[in-house]
C-alpha cells in the first residue's frame, strides 16, 4: 500500500509541476503517469506477491511479512478458540504488515471442508455440505448459504473463499464425492455458476476447484500420485463444463489439481502442465487468478524444482507451506533465465489486477 501510495503522489507532483510551466518534459509526465505498480517493484517483491502461504506460527509471522507474500491462507488452526473480535484484529495486523494488501482466504466449502465455521464462537454451527444443502432446499437455499458464508467470512477480514467445488462426482466412492455437489456436469454446473454469482454480489473473491476435476477417480493427491484415465472429448464434454459456467459467471480464480489427467497430458500432473493452463487460458477463455493446489501435497511434494515447474506452467498463485523454499528457488530462477522477466511478470499482474492494483 505505501508503494501505491507513493506512485501516486510522483505522478501527482509531476503533473503539477508541468502545469505550472516548470521544466519538466511532457513525455516525462506522461510515462511516470502511466506507470503501474508492476513497474516500481522489485524482483524479490514481485516472487513474494505470486507466493499464497498457509499461515504459520506467530514467531514467524515476521520472517513471513519481509518477503511481501501474495496472500495468507488460514486454516481450522488460525480460528480455534478465537472470539470474532480477535479473529478481526488477527487478520487486521496481518494486512498492517503488508506493503501491498494480502489475499486473506480460507477453504470454507461446507461438509467436510469447514474452516471458520468450526469454531462456535463465530458460527452457530458448521456449514452443511451443497449437496446436503440441496438436498433439503433446493437450488434457492444454496444460494442463501453462499451468500451468507461470504457475508461472514467478509466481516472478519477474509476476502477469498477457495470455493466452489466444481469436480463431478456422482460415485459415492469417488474421493471427491462429498465435496462435490453429487449430481451430473449440468446440475453441477447450475450450481457453481450460482454460487458464484452469490458470492461476486456479496463482494468476496471465488475459486473454482480442483481443476481438470478429479471426476469419479478414488485416489487422493494429498497422500500421493493420482492418474485420471478419461479421453480428452469425454473431459471436455463433463468436466469441463462446470468450470466453463463458473468462468461465465465471473469466478475470480481457479485451483489446478495435483492429479495427472491423461488424456491432456500423460506426463505432468495439471497443477505443473504447460497444456492444461494452455487449455484453461485459450480453450475456456479465463483470464483471471491460476492458482496450484497446496504444493505440500503428496502427489507433488518431491517433484525436483517443483515451483519452478509451477510458475512455468502459468501459475499465478502458488499455494505453498515451505514459503522459503519457494521464495529462494522462484528467486533463483529468474536471476538464471530459468523462469522469465516476462512470465513471472504476467503472474504478477494477474494477483495484481484481483486486488484492484492494476488496470
Known amino acids: 500500500m505505501k508503494k501505491l501510495l507513493s506512485l501516486t503522489a510522483a505522478a501527482i507532483i509531476l503533473l503539477s509541476a508541468a502545469g505550472c510551466g516548470l521544466s519538466t518534459s511532457e513525455n516525462t509526465t506522461e510515462n511516470t503517469a502511466e506507470k503501474t505498480l508492476l513497474d516500481t517493484m522489485s524482483v524479490e517483491e514481485k516472487v513474494g506477491q505470486i507466493l499464497f502461504v498457509r499461515c504459520p506460527e506467530e514467531e514467524s509471522m515476521d520472517e513471513l511479512m519481509s518477503l511481501n507474500p501474495g496472500g495468507i491462507l488460514m486454516f481450522q488452526r488460525d480460528f480455534d478458540g478465537l472470539t470474532k473480535d480477535e479473529v478481526i484484529s488477527k487478520i487486521e495486523g496481518f494486512q498492517s504488515e503488508s506493503e501491498i494488501p494480502l489475499i486473506i482466504g480460507v477453504d470454507e466449502e461446507g461438509g467436510t471442508v469447514v474452516r ?38 467478509l466481516s472478519l477480514g477474509i476476502n477469498m473463499n ?12 469417488a474421493y471427491i464425492y ?19 454469482t452469490a458470492m461476486n454480489n456479496a463482494g468476496i473473491w ?30 471436455r464434454n463433463t468436466d469441463f463444463v462446470p468450470f466453463k459456467a463458473g468462468i461465465d459467471a465471473g469466478a475470480s480464480c481457479v485451483l489446478v489439481s495435483h492429479n495427472t489427467v491423461k488424456g491432456l497430458d500423460s ?3 495439471a497443477s505443473l502442465s504447460p497444456a492444461v493452463h494452455d487449455i ?43 514459503y522459503i523454499t519457494a521464495f529462494n528457488q522462484i528467486l533463483e530462477a529468474v536471476g538464471s533465465g530459468e523462469i522469465s522477466g516476462e512470465t513471472l511478470d504476467s503472474a504478477v499482474e494477474h494477483v495484481l489486477r484481483l486486488k484492484g492494483l492494476m488496470p
Open 162 to 173: 477457495l470455493a466452489p467445488v466444481a469436480d463431478v462426482a456422482t460415485d459415492t466412492s
Open 116 to 153: 471458520v465455521s468450526a469454531n462456535p464462537n463465530l458460527a452457530p454451527e458448521k456449514y452443511k455440505s451443497p449437496q446436503e444443502i440441496y438436498n433439503e432446499g433446493g437450488m434457492e437455499a444454496v444460494v442463501a448459504d453462499a451468500a451468507e458464508k461470504s457475508e461472514l467470512l
Open 178 to 196: 462429498d465435496r462435490s455437489f453429487g449430481k451430473g456436469y449440468e446440475e453441477t454446473a447450475d450450481f457453481v455458476a450460482q454460487t458464484v
Open 267 to 269: 506426463e505432468n500432473p
Open 280 to 322: 484453461l487460458r485459450n480453450e475456456l477463455g479465463f483470464d483471471g487468478v491460476i492458482m496450484t493446489d497446496d504444493i505440500a501435497m503428496g502427489a507433488v511434494a518431491d517433484v525436483e524444482n517443483v515451483y519452478v515447474k509451477a510458475v512455468n506452467a502459468g501459475n499465478d498463485l502458488l499455494i505453498t507451506t515451505d
Open 206 to 235: 471465488s475459486v473454482l476447484k480442483h481443476f481438470p476435476g478429479y471426476g469419479e477417480t478414488e485416489g487422493d493427491s494429498h497422500e500421493g500420485a493420482v492418474y485420471t484415465e478419461k479421453s480428452a472429448e469425454d473431459i
